[in-house]
Nanobody
């Protein structure tokens, strides 16, 4: 069994910064893509950013230039540095990862429980 545990959410003023972390633990052989998604009140879940094992990144247009995704493969951890936060960034942020449990197995998409980010003055 694999668990993803997010941390780092909270309340911040507009223009402020937060750094989210998501650590994977359990029966892990390897992880391919890791990512962050968010769900704002009354809206659908949307992709925020993804990163491959080799460090290739993609971002939704609304966060480009403000958010940076990174990962530490040795620690099975993905980060999301969020700068110049705006009220519209308020949402529950979820991390996910494609996890292989053993050599040659399928990669299974695993989700964290979410962490609340609130941007408000």
């Amino acid at each position: 069994q694999v668990q993803l545990v997010e941390s780092g959410g909270g309340l911040v003023q507009p223009g402020g910064s937060l750094r989210l972390s998501c650590a994977a633990s359990g029966s892990i052989f390897s992880i391919n893509v890791m990512g962050w998604y968010r769900r704002a009140p009354g809206k659908e879940r949307e992709l925020v950013a993804t990163i491959t094992t080799g460090g290739y990144t993609e971002y939704v247009d609304s966060v480009k230039g403000r958010f940076t995704i990174s990962r530490d493969n040795a620690k099975n951890t993905v980060y999301l540095q969020m700068n110049n936060l705006k009220p519209e960034d308020t949402a529950v942020y979820y991390c996910n990862a494609g996890v292989a449990y053993y050599s040659g197995s399928t990669y299974y998409l695993t989700w964290g429980q979410g962490t609340q980010v609130t941007v408000s003055s």
